[in-house]
């Protein structure tokens, strides 16, 4: 089952989004009040640039799970575990891998001022 948003190759890029959120990427089912995460997965391993500016300070983490079985999902903290300073703009690369979906969380509600996420594609020989 793949129920997450397919990368290839695009870029998302989300200004002033209108109201904090604990997790960055989300959808709703109209009538429900559902408003769980989109989770990002790619078609080729390569790797995610997300660049971001927070209007407060805030941990951001990436959770990573598998897209075929789902199961438990695996949370990683940017920045070594310490909140990004307000205001500042940060940039981190990670690796991403097809099989897999990643979804970007705060650990506290805070509005994102601005937030990209690019997909890099690995060369070839």
Same mark, same amino acid.
């Given at each position: 089952?793949?129920?997450? !948003?397919?990368? +290839?190759?695009? +870029?998302?890029? !989300?200004? =002033?989004?209108?109201?904090?959120?604990?997790?960055?990427? +989300?959808?709703? /089912?109209?009538?429900?009040?559902?408003?769980?995460?989109?989770?990002?997965?790619?078609?080729?391993?390569? =790797?995610? +640039?997300?660049?971001?500016?927070? =209007?407060?300070?805030?941990?951001?983490?990436?959770?990573?799970?598998?897209?075929?079985?789902?199961?438990?999902?695996?949370?990683?903290?940017?920045?070594?575990?310490?909140?990004? /300073?307000?205001?500042?703009?940060?940039?981190?690369?990670?690796?991403?891998?097809?099989? !897999?979906?990643?979804?970007?969380?705060?650990?506290?509600?805070?509005?994102?001022?601005?937030?990209?996420?690019?997909?890099?594609?690995?060369?070839? =020989?």
């Amino acid at each position: 089952m793949n129920d997450g !948003l397919q990368v +290839r190759g695009r +870029r998302f890029a !989300l200004i =002033a989004l209108g109201g904090a959120n604990t997790d960055i990427f +989300r959808a709703s /089912t109209p009538g429900t009040g559902d408003t769980g995460s989109t989770r990002l997965s790619v078609t080729k391993a390569g =790797a995610f +640039r997300v660049t971001v500016i927070l =209007a407060s300070a805030a941990k951001l983490k990436v959770g990573v799970a598998n897209a075929v079985t789902g199961g438990t999902q695996k949370l990683g903290t940017f920045n070594s575990n310490t909140a990004l /300073t307000a205001n500042c703009v940060y940039t981190f690369v990670h690796g991403v891998t097809p099989g !897999l979906f990643y979804d970007y969380q705060l650990d506290t509600d805070v509005a994102i001022d601005y937030l990209q996420i690019d997909e890099v594609s690995l060369g070839t =020989a």
